[in-house]
């Protein structure tokens, strides 16, 4: 059993900067692909973005050019390197992946942007 914990979200001014963080209790090697998805209130979960075991990146249109995700895997932690965040980006981050055919995913972490 592998537990994901996000960590790394907070409040932060239009136009600023945040990196959250998805730490593994295990491996994440071994993880066919980790991702990082959110939810605002009322709406559908989107993808934001994910990366392989191999590394490649795949972003949702909304923030490419502004999210980027990356690993670390001496620390078996995949982050993600938000900038030019807008109130648009208010959500609950989870980071979530598949290792050896089964979904992982972690509790969340809320990031709220103000206007």
């Known amino acids: 059993q592998v537990q994901l914990v996000e960590s790394g979200g907070g409040l932060v001014q239009a136009g600023g900067s945040l990196r959250l963080s998805c730490a593994a209790s295990?491996?994440?090697?071994?993880?066919?692909?980790i991702e990082w998805y959110r939810q605002a209130p009322g709406q559908q979960r989107e993808m934001v973005a994910s990366i392989t075991s191999g590394g490649t990146t795949n972003y949702a249109d909304s923030v490419k050019g502004r999210f980027t995700i990356s690993r670390d895997n001496a620390k078996n932690t995949v982050y993600l390197q938000m900038r030019s965040l807008q109130p648009d980006d208010t959500a609950v981050y989870y980071c979530?992946?598949?290792?050896?055919?089964?979904?992982?995913w972690g509790q969340g972490t809320q990031v709220t942007v103000s206007s």
């Open positions: 295990g491996s994440i090697v071994r993880f066919n692909y």
């Open positions: 979530g992946g598949r290792r050896f055919s089964i979904d992982y």
